[in-house]
């Protein structure tokens, strides 16, 4: 048998709490109740976001492999020359010459 178990068995914790002052006993079991209820809204809106990061990871990997699976080096470079001509011939970085 543990500690808490001998301490509740022997009523010690309902002789505590009779020592204790109904106002400090009601602060503290609304401060205790009040920290309960922000822990499980965290911990449920953390694994809500978690959970719908998994969910959508497969899905995600397999639209991102197809990107670099159908991605054309040439394709790209032609665009890359386009914008660079756009601008009058300058880098799009650095707005120098190229």
């Known amino acids: 048998m543990g ?7 022997n009523d010690i914790f309902d002789k ?4 204790i002052p109904e106002e400090e006993y009601r ?11 922000d822990a499980l809204a965290y911990k449920n809106t953390a694994a809500a976001v978690l959970r719908g990061i ?3 990871l497969p899905k ?7 990107i670099m699976n159908s991605f054309d080096p040439e394709k790209y ?11 009058g011939g ?8 190229v």
């Open 54 to 56: 998994i969910q959508d």
């Open 27 to 37: 602060w503290l079991f609304d401060t205790l109740e009040r920290m309960k209820k």
């Open 60 to 66: 995600n990997a397999a639209e991102a492999a197809e």
């Open 16 to 19: 505590v709490i009779e020592l």
């Open 90 to 97: 300058r880098n799009l970085k650095t707005n120098q010459p």
């Open 77 to 87: 470079k032609a665009v890359a020359d386009f914008a660079i001509a756009a601008n």
């Open 3 to 9: 500690l808490y178990d001998k301490l509740e068995c």
